[in-house]
């Protein structure tokens, strides 16, 4: 009976104590869930406005930007990763710090060329002041990254060592063949050239990282902490030939040194595919170089002169009023129509229709094309709209010039506008409209869009391929075009062109001497033009050369001063005999192609760790280590030299890969 009380006793304590304990944890749950609801319903915003956002923010994490390449796959812009470091003292242990500021001072002294005293003062300021943001260098490459991370103190990190490094993107011309003008820029508010014209494609999408507040002025990342992951851009492979835009662009600076001309462009266009293998504009800088600053190819129209009587003639022809058998006296080279005095610069008598073109007589074009079109102009401004020369031309380049004709309801038309039409002037053209006439006629009367773009790639796998664009299907009949063509021919091998005759290569083209500002006072000025295709009887590139402003003392004539280059860029394009080519890779005056080509060295990542790849070729290593699923930053062009991480160093999948790169 005593143990049964003693146990009833032990039972009631038992239940007292639970039941006090769950009124207790009713409580705490009855105010946890109060608090929650006052939290939630009173001073919330008070909160995130006090606390949350004076202390901390969502900053963007800025996506690297595509890679710029020439279609042989040379880069011809990139993004390199440049490091920004910063330290935290807060976090520098003392012992740490005491043991090894002799040896890091040491260490920055001889990297940054200051006293060792400097930067003990500056730290040991920094460190009572208890900074954890303090600036050290800013925009280091990786070498001096992977340099300066292994000083004392730094190579135990960001924990231990207060080692903070901040990732950004620069952008870099990789190749000194193109320059400014034409790869171009794209800062956010201005656009121009390759990288304004796909800027779309090489743009990635922007990533988000938190910050933590250090001071009134400084913001820390939380340990690259990303809320939302960066996506890089595209590669974009333009069109560009570097071993044609090589040719092309030591032809024109040679010329125009030679020339002592203001600037110059040149255009050199596949035919078959409208594919622009080299695009090249220099001018004279103010100490006499010539550099590639402004695009004249698309931004400038120009009275073109007599490369416009291609055009001109080219009407009569389709439409049937002159064939081979046409004939226009010119006289004494002298002619006044509607008041306006056409003349030309030599000859005189009776030519046919090859030696208009070949001669380039202002006075046979004006002639022919006012007997058959005064009474109806529009009929002959139709033949200029089909080709399209009213029409902005739809590429990807930005900021192409509108092409600006007289036309009869314009103001300034008068009975003599058609007459100056026809032999180049009243009529403002730019240079890549001017090559694209040309080459339909090299296409056999198929105009095609002029492409600056080969294709899209992301991660080794193409995501796009351009193909050639029609714009006008037949130009004019195969009997006009063909005819055309005899004549280009002619004006080379008999003509204003002659002075480029070889029997090497047959050669189709037009030459022109335009003045222009001749309204004003002063020293006449001349751009001096050619434009043509080669070889003559199975085109493969149209070629159009302008050169402005030369020294007429020394000659400005298209035939003296344009003509020559685009004879060299013809004899070493079709001939492939390029510049700077070893001579034992020449054969029969053929470049030997295969000992150009290096095999593309397949890439495995075997048991985790990581390959070697020194010695091999970036452009084909980097694309098989990104399909792999690693992220490379890599900087230059050419042949691997360095590599981090090291050979045989255990990686794992998205792992960051350093790549430094011959120049």
Same mark, same amino acid.
């Given at each position: 009976?005593?143990?049964?009380?003693?146990?009833?006793?032990?039972?009631?304590?038992?239940?007292?104590?639970?039941?006090?304990?769950?009124?207790?944890?009713?409580?705490?749950?009855?105010?946890?869930?109060?608090?929650?609801?006052?939290?939630?319903?009173?001073?919330?915003?008070?909160?995130?406005?006090?606390?949350?956002?004076?202390?901390?923010?969502?900053?963007?994490?800025?996506?690297?930007?595509?890679?710029?390449?020439?279609?042989?796959?040379?880069?011809?812009?990139?993004?390199?990763?440049?490091?920004?470091?910063?330290?935290?003292?807060?976090?520098?242990?003392?012992?740490?710090?005491?043991?090894?500021?002799?040896?890091?001072?040491?260490? !920055?002294? *001889?990297?940054?060329?200051?006293?060792?005293?400097?930067?003990?003062? #500056? @730290?040991?300021?920094? %460190? $009572?002041? =208890? +900074?954890?943001?303090?600036? !050290?260098? *800013?925009?280091?490459?990786?070498?001096?990254?992977?340099?300066?991370? #292994? @000083?004392?103190?730094? %190579? $135990?990190? =960001? +924990?231990?060592?207060?080692?903070?490094?901040?990732?950004?993107?620069?952008?870099?011309?990789?190749?000194?063949?193109?320059?400014?003008?034409?790869?171009?820029?794209? +800062?956010?508010?201005?656009?121009?050239?390759?990288?304004?014209?796909?800027?779309?494609?090489?743009?990635?999408?922007?990533?988000?990282?938190?910050?933590?507040?250090? +001071?009134?002025?400084?913001?820390?990342?939380?340990?690259?902490?990303?809320?939302?992951?960066?996506?890089?851009?595209?590669?974009?492979?333009?069109?560009?030939?570097?071993?044609?835009?090589?040719?092309?662009?030591?032809?024109?600076?040679?010329?125009?040194?030679?020339?002592?001309?203001?600037?110059?462009?040149?255009?050199?266009?596949?035919?078959?595919?409208?594919?622009?293998?080299?695009?090249?504009?220099?001018?004279?800088?103010?100490?006499?170089?010539?550099?590639?600053?402004?695009?004249?190819?698309?931004?400038?129209?120009?009275?073109?002169?007599?490369?416009?009587?291609?055009?001109?003639?080219?009407?009569?022809?389709?439409?049937?009023?002159?064939?081979?058998?046409?004939?226009?006296?010119?006289?004494?080279?002298?002619?006044?129509?509607?008041?306006?005095?056409?003349?030309?610069?030599?000859?005189?008598?009776?030519?046919?229709?090859?030696?208009?073109?070949?001669?380039?007589?202002?006075?046979?074009?004006?002639?022919?094309?006012?007997?058959?079109?005064?009474?109806?102009?529009?009929?002959?401004?139709?033949?200029?709209?089909?080709?399209?020369?009213?029409?902005?031309?739809?590429?990807?380049?930005?900021?192409?010039?509108?092409?600006?004709?007289?036309?009869?309801?314009?103001?300034?038309?008068?009975?003599?506008?058609?007459?100056?039409?026809?032999?180049?002037?009243?009529?403002?053209?730019?240079?890549?409209?001017?090559?694209?006439?040309?080459?339909?006629?090299?296409?056999?009367?198929?105009?095609?869009?002029?492409?600056?773009?080969?294709?899209?790639?992301?991660?080794?796998?193409?995501?796009?391929?351009?193909?050639?664009?029609?714009?006008?299907?037949?130009?004019?009949?195969?009997?006009?075009?063909?005819?055309?063509?005899?004549?280009?021919?002619?004006?080379?091998?008999?003509?204003?062109?002659?002075?480029?005759?070889?029997?090497?290569?047959?050669?189709?083209?037009?030459?022109?001497?335009?003045?222009?500002?001749?309204?004003?006072?002063?020293?006449?000025?001349?751009?001096?033009?050619?434009?043509?295709?080669?070889?003559?009887?199975?085109?493969?590139?149209?070629?159009?050369?302008?050169?402005?402003?030369?020294?007429?003392?020394?000659?400005?004539?298209?035939?003296?001063?344009?003509?020559?280059?685009?004879?060299?860029?013809?004899?070493?394009?079709?001939?492939?005999?390029?510049?700077?080519?070893?001579?034992?890779?020449?054969?029969?005056?053929?470049?030997?192609?295969?000992?150009?080509?290096?095999?593309?060295?397949?890439?495995?990542?075997?048991?985790?760790?990581?390959?070697?790849?020194?010695?091999?070729?970036?452009?084909?290593?980097?694309?098989?280590?990104?399909?792999?699923?690693?992220?490379?930053?890599?900087?230059?062009?050419?042949?691997?030299?360095?590599?981090?991480?090291?050979?045989?160093?255990?990686?794992?999948?998205?792992?960051?890969?350093?790549?430094?790169?011959?120049?």
């Amino acid at each position: 009976m005593q143990k049964q009380n003693e146990y009833d006793n032990k039972r009631k304590k038992t239940l007292r104590w639970g039941y006090l304990f769950a009124v207790v944890a009713l409580c705490v749950f009855v105010l946890f869930l109060t608090r929650i609801v006052i939290l939630q319903n009173t001073n919330v915003q008070e909160i995130k406005d006090d606390y949350i956002n004076k202390n901390y923010r969502e900053a963007t994490l800025k996506a690297a930007r595509g890679n710029l390449f020439a279609s042989d796959g040379s880069i011809l812009a990139t993004t390199v990763m440049r490091y920004d470091i910063y330290l935290d003292f807060k976090t520098m242990k003392d012992t740490v710090y005491s043991n090894n500021i002799g040896a890091l001072t040491d260490s !920055l002294s *001889k990297m940054f060329g200051k006293s060792r005293g400097e930067f003990r003062q #500056k @730290f040991d300021e920094q %460190r $009572k002041k =208890k +900074n954890q943001y303090y600036t !050290l260098a *800013k925009g280091l490459d990786f070498d001096q990254y992977d340099r300066i991370r #292994k @000083f004392p103190i730094f %190579r $135990k990190g =960001k +924990n231990k060592g207060g080692f903070i490094v901040d990732r950004n993107y620069k952008r870099e011309l990789a190749t000194s063949e193109i320059g400014a003008g034409t790869i171009g820029m794209d +800062n956010g508010e201005y656009r121009s050239g390759l990288e304004g014209a796909f800027s779309k494609y090489l743009t990635g999408t922007d990533g988000k990282r938190l910050e933590q507040r250090i +001071n009134s002025s400084q913001w820390k990342p939380i340990d690259f902490w990303k809320v939302q992951e960066p996506v890089d851009g595209e590669d974009v492979y333009t069109t560009l030939d570097l071993r044609i835009q090589d040719i092309a662009h030591s032809a024109l600076e040679k010329q125009l040194i030679n020339f002592e001309a203001k600037h110059g462009t040149v255009i050199v266009m596949e035919v078959e595919t409208g594919k622009v293998r080299a695009l090249v504009n220099l001018r004279r800088t103010d100490s006499g170089d010539y550099e590639d600053s402004y695009n004249y190819a698309l931004k400038d129209n120009i009275e073109p002169g007599s490369t416009f009587k291609t055009i001109s003639l080219l009407a009569a022809m389709d439409d049937g009023f002159i064939d081979e058998n046409t004939t226009v006296n010119v006289g004494n080279g002298v002619w006044t129509y509607a008041k306006q005095r056409i003349s030309d610069g030599h000859g005189g008598g009776t030519y046919d229709i090859s030696d208009v073109l070949a001669k380039s007589s202002n006075v046979g074009t004006a002639k022919l094309i006012t007997k058959y079109y005064a009474d109806k102009p529009q009929i002959f401004l139709d033949h200029l709209k089909r080709w399209k020369l009213f029409d902005k031309m739809d590429i990807e380049l930005p900021g192409i010039a509108k092409p600006k004709i007289v036309t009869p309801e314009n103001k300034r038309w008068n009975a003599a506008t058609l007459a100056s039409i026809a032999y180049g002037y009243s009529s403002n053209i730019n240079l890549l409209q001017l090559t694209t006439f040309y080459n339909g006629v090299a296409n056999g009367g198929k105009m095609l869009k002029p492409l600056f773009i080969d294709k899209i790639m992301k991660d080794g796998k193409v995501m796009y391929e351009a193909k050639p664009e029609v714009m006008v299907n037949k130009m004019a009949s195969e009997k006009a075009v063909k005819m055309m063509t005899s004549a280009l021919t002619k004006a080379v091998e008999k003509g204003t062109g002659r002075s480029i005759f070889t029997p090497n290569l047959k050669m189709a083209g037009k030459t022109g001497t335009a003045r222009f500002e001749y309204w004003l006072p002063g020293p006449m000025k001349y751009r001096a033009s050619f434009a043509g295709f080669y070889p003559a009887d199975n085109p493969k590139y149209t070629c159009y050369v302008m050169i402005s402003e030369p020294n007429t003392a020394k000659g400005f004539y298209g035939g003296t001063v344009s003509a020559p280059v685009f004879k060299e860029i013809a004899g070493k394009t079709f001939l492939k005999t390029p510049q700077n080519i070893e001579k034992e890779m020449l054969v029969d005056r053929k470049v030997n192609l295969n000992k150009m080509v290096e095999p593309n060295v397949k890439i495995a990542v075997n048991n985790k760790q990581m390959p070697g790849v020194v010695g091999l070729i970036g452009k084909n290593v980097i694309p098989q280590l990104e399909n792999l699923g690693y992220r490379v930053d890599y900087k230059g062009v050419g042949r691997i030299k360095e590599q981090f991480p090291l050979e045989g160093t255990s990686i794992s999948k998205n792992q960051r890969i350093y790549l430094s790169l011959q120049n």
